[in-house]
């Protein structure tokens, strides 16, 4: 097994490892990517198998695509052939173990708007691109939630840690080789809802649960939280918009975009800045109504 691999393990300044094709590593720390030595063939599938086998997991021709969270919490991605023709690609994006808050992401002003509208129990979607520290933000702000409220997060793979002290954790699971049923994300959010949540945290919204999720939001969850893979802050509603449309037969547009407009309050945008920090971009309310177009109403709340 390659000690390479096994160090970065344990280097702390490092966010992800990447290994592409069997043997190019690159690595991700502040400053961004940047690519070592490569390993020898066959050296990540053992750093693999031996990630997964305290888990029970495998990769192999099976089951050619894995997603497992470690137990450090880091999450470890991997695809083998056919799936991935040039060879095993893997990405391990480590745990951050360092205490994030808002100031981590914007100044001071900004940082007390949002837990402004935290505490006024406003549904808040973080939105950003990938690896621009959505989780991150979320946990920060999750945080700052009151600790007389039970919050029930519900996540694809358990990458949150949150420093509240009536936190539950609910993780989707996948479908087994032995016909053993998945549990999808639009699962938890129905069963939360029986939990007796004052809060719902939804890791990352990418399919039918967002209608669940915006169920939740119309019907007394208010201060709800989610993130959502986009490219600005009104991208993200047309995102979410094509999630409950895929998911929904026969919905309206309008009903679709109303129910929307109606659920989510603000959208907090974060990106990742040309140094490798990641900032608070853009952050906008969304307007109960819509315009006389049918379109969504939003109003920036940063000065440009």
Same mark, same amino acid.
């Given at each position: 097994?390659?000690?390479?691999?096994?160090?970065?393990?344990?280097?702390?300044?490092?966010?992800?490892?990447?290994?592409?094709?069997?043997?190019?590593?690159?690595?991700?720390?502040? $400053?961004?990517?940047? %690519? =070592?030595?490569?390993?020898? !063939? /066959?050296?990540?599938?053992?750093?693999?198998?031996? @990630? #997964?086998?305290?888990?029970?997991?495998?990769?192999?021709?099976?089951?050619?695509?894995?997603?497992?969270?470690?137990?450090?919490?880091?999450?470890?991605?991997?695809?083998?052939?056919?799936?991935?023709?040039?060879?095993?690609?893997?990405?391990?994006?480590?745990?951050?173990?360092?205490?994030?808050?808002?100031?981590?992401?914007?100044?001071?002003?900004?940082?007390?708007?949002?837990?402004? $509208?935290?505490?006024? %129990? =406003?549904?808040?979607?973080? !939105? /950003?691109?990938?690896?621009?520290?959505?989780?991150? @933000? #979320?946990?920060?702000?999750?945080?700052?939630?009151?600790?007389?409220?039970?919050?029930?997060?519900?996540?694809?793979?358990?990458?949150?840690?949150?420093?509240?002290?009536?936190?539950?954790?609910?993780?989707?699971?996948?479908?087994?080789?032995?016909?053993?049923?998945?549990?999808?994300?639009?699962?938890?959010?129905?069963?939360?809802?029986?939990?007796?949540?004052?809060?719902?945290?939804?890791?990352e919204v990418r399919g039918g649960e967002a209608f669940d999720m915006l169920q939740a939001m119309n019907t007394g969850h208010s201060g709800s939280l989610a993130t959502c893979h986009a490219n600005s802050a009104v991208d993200t509603?047309?995102?979410?918009?094509?999630?409950?449309?895929?998911?929904?037969?026969?919905?309206?547009?309008?009903?679709?975009?109303?129910?929307?407009?109606?659920?989510?309050?603000?959208?907090?945008?974060?990106?990742?800045?040309?140094?490798?920090?990641?900032r608070i971009a853009d952050i906008v309310r969304v307007d109960e109504t819509l315009g006389s177009d049918g379109g969504f109403i939003t109003s920036p709340l940063l000065d440009?």
């Amino acid at each position: 097994m390659a000690t390479e691999l096994i160090a970065l393990l344990h280097d702390p300044d490092i966010r992800e490892i990447v290994v592409n094709n069997d043997t190019e590593v690159w690595v991700e720390r502040t $400053a961004g990517l940047s %690519r =070592l030595d490569d390993i020898g !063939a /066959g050296e990540a599938a053992a750093l693999i198998e031996r @990630l #997964l086998a305290p888990l029970g997991r495998r990769v192999d021709l099976s089951s050619p695509v894995v997603d497992a969270r470690l137990g450090d919490g880091s999450r470890l991605c991997a695809a083998i052939p056919p799936v991935s023709p040039h060879g095993l690609n893997l990405a391990i994006r480590r745990f951050a173990r360092g205490a994030h808050t808002l100031a981590s992401f914007t100044d001071a002003r900004t940082a007390d708007l949002v837990e402004s $509208a935290l505490h006024r %129990r =406003l549904n808040i979607v973080v !939105a /950003g691109g990938t690896s621009t520290g959505k989780t991150t @933000l #979320l946990g920060a702000m999750a945080e700052l939630l009151p600790s007389s409220e039970r919050i029930i997060v519900l996540e694809d793979t358990n990458e949150l840690r949150i420093r509240h002290p009536h936190t539950v954790y609910l993780e989707t699971r996948p479908a087994s080789t032995e016909g053993v049923a998945a549990i999808e994300l639009c699962d938890l959010v129905r069963h939360a809802l029986r939990l007796r949540p004052d809060r719902l945290i939804v890791g990352e919204v990418r399919g039918g649960e967002a209608f669940d999720m915006l169920q939740a939001m119309n019907t007394g969850h208010s201060g709800s939280l989610a993130t959502c893979h986009a490219n600005s802050a009104v991208d993200t509603l047309h995102r979410i918009e094509s999630m409950v449309l895929r998911a929904i037969a026969n919905w309206p547009l309008s009903a679709v975009r109303s129910y929307l407009a109606s659920a989510i309050d603000i959208v907090v945008y974060v990106e990742r800045t040309p140094d490798g920090a990641r900032r608070i971009a853009d952050i906008v309310r969304v307007d109960e109504t819509l315009g006389s177009d049918g379109g969504f109403i939003t109003s920036p709340l940063l000065d440009d």
